[in-house]
């Protein structure tokens, strides 16, 4: 069964970069719109940013200057990229995408297993 993966989470310093990645575990036909998420224990997923396939983005009002996401449709790929890191970014980071694994099928919405930011004072 295919599966969103995301790497790239860690630990930095306030003001520090991180990159986040995610992609499908397999082969599949074709991906949609792609996303990624935040939550910190205690409080409601929020929207960090999103992509569409023609590349039309969209940001959270508390990342917009700061991160950017990017995707590369060849390799169905999905990139955060997030700079000038506060300690306010910590959260777990979920990568989601609309995806459609075969051409018969409709798309579905799948989500990753998340993966840890911690930005440090």
């Known amino acids: 069964q295919v599966q969103l993966v995301e790497s790239g989470g860690g630990l930095v310093q306030t003001g520090q970069s991180l990159e986040l990645s995610c992609a499908p575990s397999g082969d599949v036909f074709r991906i949609y719109t792609m996303a990624w998420y935040r939550q910190v224990p205690g409080k409601k997923r929020e929207l960090v940013a999103d992509i569409t396939r023609a590349g039309n983005t969209g940001y959270g009002d508390s990342v917009k200057d700061r991160f950017a996401i990017s995707r590369d449709n060849a390799k169905k790929t999905i990139y955060l990229r997030m700079t000038s890191l506060k300690p306010e970014d910590t959260a777990i980071y979920y990568c989601?995408?609309?995806?459609?694994?075969?051409?018969?099928?409709?798309?579905?919405?799948?989500w990753g297993q998340g993966t840890q930011v911690t930005v440090s004072s």
């Open positions: 989601s995408a609309e995806i459609q694994v075969f051409s018969h099928e409709r798309a579905v919405t799948m």
